[in-house]
């Protein structure tokens, strides 16, 4: 009868510790829209995506980068689109 008791109360403590706050190292990404007023902490950049831009004009940008925290955030930008003349 012990031995049932250990090990429902093993199998217990398994499940309520993996229900627990996640490990110290482990981030979940913050997303945010650029207002431009702010410096950006980018210490890398994970992934930048652009839509397609056949025209001049605004265009919306993503970009995935980690700070030199190690906190991986998520920003949403509005750029120029490449048909534009920059002169």
Known sequence: M???FIAVLSLLSTFAAAQGDPAAG??????QAD???E???IAKAVRNTNAA???CGPVKGHVVYVDSQGVRHELDYVRLGD?????
């Open 2 to 4: 012990r031995y049932l």
């Open 26 to 31: 482990a981030t979940t990404p913050v997303n």
């Open 35 to 37: 207002d431009y007023s």
């Open 39 to 41: 410096d950006l902490d």
């Open 53 to 55: 831009s056949t025209t």
């Open 83 to 87: 048909a534009c003349q920059h002169g």
